[in-house]
């Protein structure tokens, strides 16, 4: 699992200068809320989904999910290569990057460096969070959303995730190794 150290109830509380509420752009929100609602399916079916990345061109109505290796700083580097490549080819809209990772609770992400620095990473602090991520990729910026994985409030075996509210941000950098997958914006020549 990934480290994701932003859980979804202290996402407003902690919004760093160039993250916004904004909404998901219209044209992409369906999309991303059927595949929210599949990893939930997963989750709840006992299923744990790997970290997969949705690859999307919406004037073609193509989509494509491809499994990404996350096992390493090098294996994630190259999953990234290869969903840039891929959404080079299909001349993509936007990239839904899913995962399972480890966040905090929204009382403890004020002390995410002392965390870090003490335990080395929120997967081994005592305060993680068991969570579902969520990053959708435009052309117009980045979301970021979480859900906290936790037992279905009617079936005791059941686990689950519940919304996910998306942050939004304009630009790409310094996000990790999983973003900026989208190819250059095509241009047209008259």
């Known amino acids: 699992m990934v480290d994701n150290p932003l859980p979804q109830e202290s996402a407003t509380a902690m919004l760093p200068e160039k993250l916004s509420l904004r909404p998901l752009p219209e044209d992409v929100a369906a999309l991303v809320a059927t595949i929210v609602e599949k990893a939930r399916e997963d989750v709840e079916r006992g299923q744990s989904p790997g970290t997969l990345a949705v690859v999307a061109n919406l004037s073609s109505h193509e989509t494509l999910g491809i499994s990404m290796d996350s096992s390493s700083t090098e294996a994630s580097e190259r999953s990234a290569r290869h ?3 891929v959404a080079a080819m299909m001349e993509a809209d936007f990239v839904v990057v899913v995962s399972r990772s480890w966040g905090l609770p929204a009382n ?6 002392a965390i870090m620095e003490r335990y080395g990473s929120v997967a ?11 990053a959708v990729e435009t052309f117009d910026g980045v979301w970021l959303g979480t859900a906290p994985i936790v037992k279905h409030s009617r079936k005791r075996t059941v686990r689950t995730f519940g919304e996910v509210r998306f942050i939004g941000r304009d630009h790409t950098e ?3 190794t999983l973003t900026a997958l989208l190819p250059s914006r095509r241009t047209t020549q008259h």
């Open 83 to 85: 969903v840039r490549q």
């Open 108 to 113: 403890k992400v004020h002390q995410y460096g």
């Open 124 to 134: 081994e602090s005592p305060y993680r969070v068991d969570q579902m991520a969520f």
């Open 174 to 176: 310094a996000l990790g």
